[in-house]
């Protein structure tokens, strides 16, 4: 009996010690998710890695939806890209991060960017973004030429294995299928940070 108790107790004190971890990093994130907002997000919300759900058949819809698989620098079909299952285990060592909602492809890469360099000045050095490529207006890849910025090429959601919809939907933040090129497109990208 006296085990169970101590059990329970180191448990009680675990769960305690681990909601507290997860506060501090909420307020935290509030720097970044202002940040955010104040470069021109939609939404910006703070996320626990748990949050996230990686499904590989993400995959399939850039090999088999994309007209640029394998062309672009940051497709997952590049030369020494990882698979859906390596970058789960890569990112499921990071705890928390902050997801960046904008109707406009370039301003979410721009926020992610910006708050990942942000984040790394601030200590956090392992902090990495994700969003759908849009520094170029057309990618090098598919002429055959080097990336023009690799410093700040990043992978989409679904290109590392990151079911989108499902994991904005639990923020309740805007994404549906599009029933036609003029729907307004709701564009995620997203920071790792510690």
């Known amino acids: 009996m006296e085990k169970d108790s101590v059990d329970l107790n180191s448990r009680s ?32 919300v703070f996320f626990r890695t748990g949050d996230i759900e990686f499904d590989p058949r993400s995959l399939l819809k850039c090999m088999f939806g994309c007209a640029s698989w394998g062309k672009d620098h940051t497709c997952p079909s590049r030369p020494g890209a990882l698979k859906p299952w390596e970058y789960e285990q890569i990112f499921r060592k990071y705890s928390w991060g902050v997801i960046i909602h904008s109707h406009n492809k370039k301003i979410s890469q721009d926020i992610s960017f910006a708050i990942e360099s ?73 920071v790792f940070i510690e």
Request: hydrophobic share 35%; net charge neutral; glycine share 6%.
């Open 118 to 190: 942000e984040a790394f000045t601030d200590g956090y050095y392992m902090a990495f973004s994700l969003s759908d490529c849009a520094i170029c207006a057309e990618c090098c890849g598919p002429k055959g030429k080097p990336c023009a910025d690799p410093r700040k090429a990043r992978p989409a959601f679904h290109s590392v294995g990151i079911d989108v919809f499902k994991t904005v939907r639990k923020f309740g933040l805007p994404i549906e299928t599009l029933k036609s090129e003029s729907d307004e497109q709701n564009w995620y990208s997203a």
């Open 13 to 44: 004190t675990e769960m305690k010690n681990n909601s507290a971890e997860m506060r501090s990093a909420a307020e935290k994130a509030e720097k970044y998710i202002r940040k955010a907002m104040d470069m021109g997000a939609d939404h910006a």
